[in-house]
């Protein structure tokens, strides 16, 4: 039951996220929206102050540090607000959830397979590629039906994750 939940949650985020992906939000402007938004909103850095209770300075410098990436979201949501705008912070993975998941588990049956395919050889037992890749395969399906924990935790380390 836990896992088919744990499989929803996943599928519904990958939907939000797709949606998010299909809008084609565009880039940040370099000076960034705080600066933008204000300036096309004709208000002035000085009224944006008062709006957010800082000295005229203070509003310029918080301009500068969105602009540098430096900005904090709590901050960003107040000049938001200040703004009357909303803030919708994403993170947008550069591929589905599913398909991350997948290449990782992928990858990590590869290199087991590697290591054992490398050890029969050694010992004259080659086996043919295609049945390696089966193998592989099988392996990642495997590996995507436990605990998703395991596909993230690396080879050379101990059991207790350290």
């Not at 088919?4 to 402007?29: I, T």
């Not at 509003?59 to 909303?86: G, H, K, P, Q």
């Not at 990858?107 to 490398?118: D, G, K, N, P």
């Not at 080659?126 to 395969?137: F, G």
Request: proline share 4%; glycine share 4%.
């Amino acid at each position: 039951m836990k896992k088919d939940f744990s499989e929803l949650k996943l599928r519904q985020l990958d939907a939000a996220l797709s949606r998010c992906r299909e809008a084609e939000l565009p880039a940040r402007p370099s000076s960034g929206w705080i600066k933008a938004i204000r300036e096309a909103l004709g208000l002035s850095a000085t009224r944006l102050a008062e709006r957010l209770g800082v000295t005229p300075s203070t509003a310029t410098r918080l301009e500068v540090s969105e602009a540098d990436e430096t900005i904090s979201l709590a901050t960003l949501r107040r000049a938001a607000e200040a703004l009357d705008c909303e803030l919708r912070y994403v993170l947008l993975p550069k591929q589905t959830l599913v398909s991350t998941l997948e290449s990782r588990a992928t990858a990590l049956a590869r290199q087991q397979m590697a290591s054992i395919s490398h050890s029969m050889a050694l010992e004259a037992q080659a086996t043919p590629p295609e049945i390696v890749e089966a193998q592989t395969r099988s392996l990642a399906e495997s590996l995507l039906k436990g605990s998703r924990r395991t596909l993230w935790r690396e080879p050379n380390l101990d059991k207790s994750g350290r």
